[in-house]
């Protein structure tokens, strides 16, 4: 187990570095809406003048992405990296990574969903604390809770408990302890079986992900429990599953429902907490989470603490 990594705060004036490890920009107005908003919190923005050239579903060829991360994070004048959007990318580059800068310079890393992959690496090979968070283009349809937390975790107040009334509690139990880790369902699935596969004994772990049928799901979270993955943690929170934003209230509802009774299906013979609705996923509500950091799991309190 690697020694827990801290990177040091940012503060207004300050310059975040915008890169593209995965897909490629689709909404140019999202990506400038982002950038605005990036500027109003008081941050300079750096990112490419032409953005990025794509490379079929990706901004960029595997090298080039892989080497504009390394010197993003090389450059001094740059302070926190975040990723521009999600997509399918990071897996293919993650042996291209130059884990020792990271070491030797660690840097706050900003990004969800595909970004998972990074984080979920990074924790592991390094002890790095990245912070689960929008990326640039989810920013402008963000919440105002979550942009406001955004801003306090990069500017040191990651640590701020998280207390969410709104929650399902789905099997309760006194307080719990553990390492948080996770993000989207979908990134972690394809990491079984590499030699990036995530770690997950004794720790808390929070799942999330976008458009994918109950069915799917289903395979997703089987998947995990039959590969052990799911035997030993202490927790398991269970965010946004939303399938479309076309759904009504009581489909999106049933859908949610059939995935946290298959969670607990699948931990009924632990005595794993298990949370439902937490704020976090591919919606306007995307709180930040420190991923790599002792959490305590209250559930008679409904909240989540940093250490």
């Not at 008081?42 to 960029?60: E, I, K, R």
């Not at 912070?131 to 306090?152: D, G, M, Q, Y």
């Amino acid at each position: 187990m690697v020694d827990l990594l801290i990177p040091p705060a940012i503060a207004p004036g300050d310059t975040i570095g915008i890169i593209a490890p995965s897909g490629q920009i689709q909404d140019r107005h999202r990506f400038d809406a982002g950038v605005r908003i990036l500027r109003d919190l008081g941050f300079t923005v750096s990112f490419p003048s032409t953005l990025w050239p794509g490379a079929g579903y990706f901004a960029d060829s595997d090298t080039n992405r892989a080497e504009e991360f390394n010197r993003t994070w090389a450059d001094p004048k740059i302070k926190a990296l975040m990723a521009a959007r999600g997509g399918f990318g990071c897996l293919r580059i993650l042996d291209q990574i130059d884990l020792t800068q990271i070491r030797m310079n660690p840097k706050l890393f900003i990004g969800f969903s595909d970004i998972t992959v990074f984080h979920t690496y990074f924790q592991q090979e390094t002890g790095l604390v990245s912070l689960h968070a929008p990326v640039l283009t989810s920013l402008s349809s963000s919440s105002k809770n979550t942009v406001e937390r955004f801003f306090h975790s990069l500017t040191g107040n990651w640590s701020k408990a998280i207390s969410c009334n709104q929650i399902e509690i789905l099997q309760g139990g006194p307080p719990c302890k553990g390492i948080l880790t996770g993000g989207n369902l979908s990134s972690i699935i394809s990491l079984l079986g590499t030699p990036f596969q995530p770690r997950w004994q004794g720790k808390i772990v929070f799942l999330e992900d976008t458009a994918e049928p109950f069915y799917r799901i289903d395979r997703m979270l089987s998947q995990l429990f039959y590969a052990g993955m799911l035997k030993d943690i202490k927790g398991l929170i269970l965010g946004d599953f939303s399938f479309g934003k076309e759904d009504d209230h009581l489909t999106d509802l049933r859908h949610h429902e059939a995935i946290w009774q298959r969670a607990l299906e699948l931990t009924a013979k632990t005595d794993t907490r298990v949370w439902g609705g937490f704020p976090v996923g591919h919606s306007q509500e995307n709180l930040c989470l420190p991923v790599g950091v002792p959490t305590l799991m209250d559930s008679n309190m409904t909240t989540l603490q940093f250490f």
